[in-house]
């Protein structure tokens, strides 16, 4: 069984050459325990990294053929980058395995993964068994994020990052789908065949800094939200509905006011509807505009990523092409 890990990696000179180390260790005793095949691999995304990640990558790959490089022609984001290492891994993999680059994931829980695929399953999600390492801020908000993505009717698996079993056939599966918003997460489970679950305890990014600041982490929760569920936009046609029935209530009763000769100078009532109706109408515009604007980017097909250059073994054929555009 030929196992190949994919490794984003976004400017993680600091903590590449230990995760090599680590992850050398770990092909090592699996291919000699039998579990993997000897030409098994470990391929580091290059995300278009702007420190030495590149030139480390490419020393490691002329050090061991155990590693490849992928380099991307320009940063295009985590999930591009993922993306990315898996359809090129595709074909060349029996199965294949992704996790972060700083190896918060526990390396040792692969065992157990593999275990899993050899009984059968095409896709294993790496679920986190606590949180007690993350901070109370990043805690508090990833469990909004899970929270909001369930009640939105997304379906993920809860405290399940990227680290996760894919079969050759589940990548081949993946890549039909051609979306340029990418939200893997929320993707994996739609490609369906049997999935299991592995727990594990999430550690510490040794070195280095976290590449997902608030800024990207917002973006990344809206993305998800968006990408994969419509409901915002039925919940503003409800909303709409709502306001209809209190128009009509407020109508019956401005006319019932007026025909009894009551009628006050509205000056309050009306500055207030404005201001409230104008309110709602902007956040309208603005969730329909989300999703124009996501329409907008799908229609452009354009590739989700450019790979310039692929370090491999000779026997490699890997095909380099984005498969939703297919150039
Ligand atoms: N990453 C990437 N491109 C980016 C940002 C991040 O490939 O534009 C990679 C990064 O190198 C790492 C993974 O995505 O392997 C997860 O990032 P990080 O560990 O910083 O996120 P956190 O664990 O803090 O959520
Ligand atoms: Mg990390």
Same mark, same amino acid.
């Given at each position: 069984m030929r196992l190949f890990l994919v490794l984003p990696c976004y400017n993680e000179q600091e903590v590449l050459p230990e995760t090599a180390k680590? $992850?050398?260790?770990?092909? *090592?005793?699996?291919?000699?325990? /039998?579990?993997?095949?000897?030409?098994?691999?470990?391929?580091?995304?290059?995300?278009?990294?702007?420190?030495?990640?590149?030139?480390?990558?490419?020393?490691?790959?002329?050090?061991?053929? $155990?590693?490849?490089?992928? *380099?991307?022609?320009?940063?295009? /984001?985590?999930?591009?980058a993922l993306l990315a290492g898996l359809m090129t891994v595709r074909s060349l993999c029996d199965v294949c395995i992704s996790m972060d680059a700083d190896l918060q994931d526990d390396i040792n829980a692969i065992d157990g993964m593999l275990e899993q695929f050899r009984a059968g399953a095409d896709i294993v999600y790496g679920v986190r068994s606590d949180r007690k390492k993350d901070s109370f801020f990043k805690r508090f908000t990833a469990r909004r994020f899970y929270k909001t993505m369930q009640s939105m009717g997304a379906e993920t698996v809860a405290d399940h990052a990227d680290f996760r079993l894919m079969s050759a056939r589940a990548l081949e599966a993946l890549s039909t789908f051609g979306e340029v918003n990418l939200f893997l997460r929320g993707l994996v489970p739609l490609v369906g065949f049997r999935s299991e679950v592995v727990y594990y305890e999430r550690g510490e990014r040794f070195a280095g800094e976290s590449k997902y600041p608030l800024g990207k982490m917002l973006h990344f929760a809206t993305e998800g939200i968006t990408s994969l569920s419509v409901r915002p936009i039925r919940t503003i046609t409800k909303l709409g509905f709502l306001i209809l029935f209190v128009a009509v209530a407020v109508a019956v009763y401005s006319l019932v006011r007026y025909f009894t000769g009551q009628t006050v100078p509205g000056w309050t009532t009306i500055v207030l509807s404005i201001w409230a109706i104008g309110g709602l109408i902007m956040i309208s515009l603005g969730v329909i505009g989300?999703?124009?604007?996501?329409?907008?980017?799908?229609?452009?097909?354009?590739p989700r990523y450019v790979i310039e250059s692929y370090l491999k073994d000779e026997a490699d054929e890997a095909d380099l092409r984005d498969p939703a555009v297919g150039q």
């Open positions: 680590r $992850l050398k260790e770990k092909m *090592n005793a699996l291919t000699q325990s /039998g579990t993997i095949a000897e030409n098994s691999r470990v391929l580091f995304v290059n995300d278009g990294s702007s420190d030495k990640t590149r030139e480390l990558i490419s020393a490691l790959h002329e050090e061991d053929a $155990l590693f490849q490089g992928l *380099n991307l022609s320009r940063n295009r /984001g985590h999930q591009n989300e999703y124009i604007g996501k329409i907008y980017l799908e229609t452009k097909h354009r």
